[in-house]
């Protein structure tokens, strides 16, 4: 029965294929590129150290506050953790609720806006914000309709 | 055996999987009672154009107002003759948040064989509505279009897809798709709003974020008058004094979807 054989073979045993790489000269120099080639970000990158960032806090705004005052609308401790989720609530809280200012855990109330109050004070995007976030490889796609006013305040103070 | 599509489809739609739409056809009537009911109390925003006082001048001062507080790209005249686009292109990718056009563009439904001459040609200044019943933010997956209480049909660019189904659905084609990138076309930009991104639809707010430090919208502030602005709930708004004193219009109020501009002629 396992020999039978119709014209469309149906009913012939497995035929037996020898496994072997064709052509593995060029297999494996394709591999070897590819590896060189993906792995080049690691090799090349190995053994240094990058500078950890130093967010610069020294803008004229934050200057011309007085010591006491000079704070962002929550402990900097919890900032450098959660600005990410304080700006995502304050968009929630803006635009679908109207609700435009923001209670602080010290009981102050500050506007609710990217552009418009932290801005202010950290004016200088490019040394503040991109830092970071340029060291860690992440990128926020709020600039691309929030304007960072930067050019903005360079001009303002002459520089 | 088996089913063929044309099968499947019907079935589908027997058995509710085709979504609101098949809803709509075996139970009519079933969505328009799901939209909202005129409210009476609380804030709702109106708008009255007094068509009297509205000189082209004063028109094109309104639409210069409100677009260069809120940043509308300007794709007729590119601020660098370089960005110049192709007479389509400008027509299909034009941003409006307000503009101007005739009655007979404006006013479709309305035409009768003989009618006052002073309507024929005339310039309307035209918006978003802020329909009672928006299709817009029907028809919005993403709820990024939405019905505020006091009336504002919003836009959160956040969560907007750039779908069109808005634009779709909006029958005074009062929304803007962003084809490209519009910050080069815009002439001075105003740091304290946001530009929009590519792949986003725009329209009229209202001026929300003006409403909400107690100003009046750019548009009407800029029209001398001609433009009158207020809360329809507020027995002595007003605009509810200009509706009460005079025979208003509204565009397509037949469609259902109750818009909020009303024109004095």
Redesign the interface.
């Given at each position: 029965m396992a020999d039978y054989k119709n014209e469309f073979g149906w009913f012939a045993p497995k035929p037996t294929v020898e496994k072997k790489i064709y052509s593995l000269k060029a297999v494996a120099v394709g591999l070897g590129i590819f590896l060189v080639v993906f792995g080049a970000p690691l090799l090349l990158n190995m053994g240094q150290v990058h500078p950890v960032p130093q967010p610069s806090l020294d803008t004229p705004a934050i200057q011309k506050l007085a010591e006491k005052e000079r704070q962002c609308v929550e402990p900097t401790e919890w900032m450098r953790a959660n600005h990410m989720q304080l700006l995502w609530d304050w968009?929630e809280q803006v635009?679908?609720t109207?609700e435009?200012y923001y209670t602080t855990s010290q009981g102050k109330k500050v506007l609710a806006s990217l552009?418009?109050n932290c801005m202010e004070c950290h004016s200088n995007k490019s040394q503040f914000c991109d830092q970071c976030h340029n060291y860690v490889a992440v990128v926020p796609?709020c600039w691309?309709?929030?304007?960072p006013?930067e050019q903005?305040v360079a001009k303002a103070e002459g520089k | 055996m088996g089913i063929n599509r044309r099968d499947f489809l019907k079935l589908a739609g027997l058995l509710g999987l085709g979504g609101k739409a098949a809803f709509e056809l075996v139970l009519p009537g079933e969505v328009e009672a799901a939209v909202a009911k005129t409210q009476a109390t609380g804030t709702r925003w109106a708008l009255v154009v007094d068509m009297r006082k509205l000189t082209d001048k004063v028109a094109a001062r309104c639409i210069e107002a409100c677009h260069s507080l809120h940043n509308v790209p300007n794709y007729l005249e590119p601020p660098d003759p370089k960005l110049a686009l192709s007479e389509d292109l400008k027509n299909r990718w034009q941003i409006k948040w307000i503009w101007s056009d005739v009655y007979e563009h404006a006013f479709v439904g309305f035409e009768q064989d003989h009618q006052w001459d002073k309507l024929k040609g005339m310039n309307f200044l035209l918006l978003c509505n802020h329909c009672e019943n928006p299709p817009c933010v029907r028809v919005c997956p993403t709820q990024a279009t939405?019905r505020?209480p006091d009336g504002i049909v919003?836009m959160?660019?956040?969560r907007c897809i750039g779908c069109r189904f808005c634009m779709a659905g909006c029958p005074y084609a009062a929304r803007s798709f962003n084809w490209r990138d519009p910050r080069p076309y815009i002439a001075k930009?105003n740091?304290?709003y946001?530009?929009?991104?590519i792949g986003v639809v725009e329209k009229c707010l209202l001026c929300?974020e003006r409403l909400?430090q107690g100003q009046q919208p750019a548009c009407v502030e800029a029209s001398g008058g001609a433009l009158i602005f207020g809360n329809l709930n507020e027995e002595n708004s007003p605009v509810r004094a200009a509706l009460r004193a005079h025979y208003t219009i509204r565009r397509k109020p037949y469609l259902g979807t109750n818009p909020q501009v009303y024109y004095i002629v």
């Open positions: 968009r635009v679908r109207g435009r552009s418009n796609n691309g309709c929030h304007l006013k903005n | 939405y505020r919003m959160d660019m956040h930009i740091p304290n946001p530009t929009r991104e929300e909400a």
